[in-house]
């Protein structure tokens, strides 16, 4: 049975009181009686679940009326670009830009001071209209008007990734025939970001052809143009194209500056050709141009990613012989660089060592340095230098801190975890709300309840519970934990506080006292939800049908099946799944087979898990065809068995005698992708010794020792016992 889904939230922090107010409010409620706990936006909208009245079985009332949709209307008139990016009329301007005489219309608003050219608003035409070609001339429209714009490097980037996600722009005949008719033209500038686009779509062989052509465009070739064309070739993987260019560069009189050789040096520094890269850095500095930050982080890189760690020691001396002091992003190459050439433990030596020497960027190596230990799982190696940064005053990014305390609270102590974290928050160091929660998770799943109170007390201090999404995540921790009594006391609380539950915050308590039998208090959760004006989902129909079938009411979730298609809801795997393993386990496999072919009817795949729970039932009565033809049936959908679905035919096979059908699906497991466990192995043990085929017994005992399969079986026969371990 898969684990029900549910939506995951994200925090973000603001302020709210600390937990004692929290406390003292909930004692002033219980004294004061439910009145007290109306909430400051909405009188109507708090509710209690624990005093709910109890309904009967059918969960939803009446299904809401379909309702009309809203009419939206769109102004037609421009917007002025002193108002926010928010009020910009976009459909507006995607009208203007579809039309011939586009230019004249834009002039036209411009002079009527409709328009005001500024950054904001020019960035926020381009992120915000969807066909490329509309992109393109508005650009062309504003250098033209401002020239200032060329030489802008926000709107320039913002532009560049506008043609990449949106492109590809091709520079039809007609296109450049509408350009040149309105007095505009395509400059270099814009031919290169073109270019750039193209190279990061894959279009070489356009590049090529555009360029071949560039005369038409009224543009010579020039070193700039030759730079973003190689870089494109680069950046599409062809490097032999990229060479021929830079070897036609002197044919057009063009010569090669430090930028088309750092370009060519990346390309080969990416395939791991570093002799080659060598030679262009000798001919770079034999045309007078010494290699820059730029050029020694890409040999750096280069030479970590083909494991020739030394060389890449090599280059960063050279750098401090010619007193070029690394950048961020040579320490971010060279740091990440050592984790990918060899073994983690190796790695952090060479990167303190690598840091030691680096005073000036040291605050950056060692943020860089603790997400590599955290993303290799290595807590203790983490936290060792984490206290010894501390002793030093040295606090950590704050994102990084973050990740590097998920990493402590998952695979170290968590008594030094909580002191490390005590130190640094002592010295003014934040964490977030996530951080918070998986601290307290682990705490609470423990058993050290205090300490989990003490951090989400000061978790609640510091104002990090604000929004209906950073409550959701504290709900969501409490009902991990199953401390559904907190859970409680924080779903009154936000309502207390004016901040009105959603559909995640329901479906998380529904969810979990669905999981741990609580249906009435489910039932009460899903009248509230109406009455807040909300909707079930398919999340929250899901978590009543598990509940139900749960609690054996099969009628009531077959009831609650039907309905959820009347509330607009669509059934997912998961919906079907928890079904039919609630038929197979009353016995009804005529229903669960029903379920299952409605399922691919109804355009959801079935996965394994429905595949199982009938296969398993059909095992256990001894069916084997019909066990068979929907194994095969599983197999011609392109779904892989597992173990589950291995183990109940093998233990079929091997109680209705058929020990070679038994011994043949087990040796196809793994063919198959699948790795027997200790359950599967032991019945075939078993079996064989049965068999008398003791050698095949003992070879396959030893396979499953090397594995680290625990198997133990007993050959009577034999009066022997053969263990692996």
Known sequence: MRGLALDSCRASSSSLNNLSQ?????????????????????????????????????????????????????????????TCSKSIDHHYFSRILSRNDCFLLLNHDLNAKRIILKPQFVISILQNQENPLHILKFYIWVCKIDPSFVKDQSVKGVLANCLYRKGPVLLSVELLKDIRNSGYRVTEDLLCILVSSWGRLGLVKYCNEIFGQISFLGISPSTRLYNAVIDALIKSNSL??????????????????????????????????????????????????????????????????????????RVLETMKAQKLSPNEATIRAFVHGVFHSMAPSKAFELAIRFIEGEPILRRLACDTLLCCLSDNNMAREAGVLLEKLGKRGYLPDSSVFNITMNCLIKGSNLNKTCSILDNFVEQGMKLSVSTYLVLIEALYGAGRVMEGDRYFNQMMKYGLVSNVFSYNMVIDCFCKTSMMDKAANIFKL?????????????????????????????????????????????????????????????????????????????????????????????????????????MRMGGISPDVFSFNAVIQSFCRMGKVENAEKLFVSMLSIGLNPDNYTYGAFIKLYCESGRYNDAKEMFLSMEANGCKPDSFICNIILDTLVKQGQLEEAQKIAKICSERGIFVHFIAKSQNYVLHGS
């Not at 969810?511 to 009460?524: D, L, P, T």
């Not at 009411?553 to 309905?563: H, N, S, T, V």
């Not at 795997?573 to 005529?590: E, F, H, K, M, W």
């Open 494 to 598: 936000m309502q207390y506080k004016g901040i009105t539950p959603n559909i995640v915050t329901f479906n998380t308590l529904i969810n979990r006292h669905c999981k741990v039998g609580e249906v009435s208090k489910a039932r009460e959760l899903l009248l509230m939800l109406l009455e807040h004006g909300l909707k079930p989902d398919i999340f929250t129909f899901n978590s009543i049908i598990y509940g139900l079938c749960q609690a054996k009411q099969i009628d009531d979730a077959l009831g609650c099946f039907d309905e959820l298609v009347e509330w607009g809801a669509s059934p997912n795997a998961v919906t079907y799944n928890i079904l039919i393993r609630s038929l197979c386990l009353i016995g009804d496999i005529p229903r669960s087979m029903k379920f299952l072919r409605n």
């Open 22 to 82: 929290f406390q003292e409010s909930f004692s002033q409620l219980k004294s004061s009686g439910e009145s007290a706990l109306k909430p400051k936006a909405d009188p109507n909208h708090i509710s209690n679940f624990e005093t709910a009245p109890r309904g009967n079985t059918r969960y939803l009332l009446n299904p809401p009326p379909h309702r009309r949709a809203n009419s939206v209307s769109i102004s037609s008139g421009p917007i002025s670009a002193s």
């Open 240 to 313: 032999d194209s990229a060479y021929l260019k830079f070897q036609q560069m002197s044919v057009d009189n063009c010569k090669p500056d430090r930028f088309t050789y750092n370009i060519l040096i990346h390309g080969v520094c990416r395939i791991g050709v570093m002799d080659e890269a060598l030679r262009l850095l000798k001919q770079m500095e034999g045309l007078g141009y010494p290699a820059n930050v730029f050029t020694y982080t890409i040999l750096i890189d280069g030479f970590l990613k083909a494991k020739r760690v030394d060389e890449a020691f």
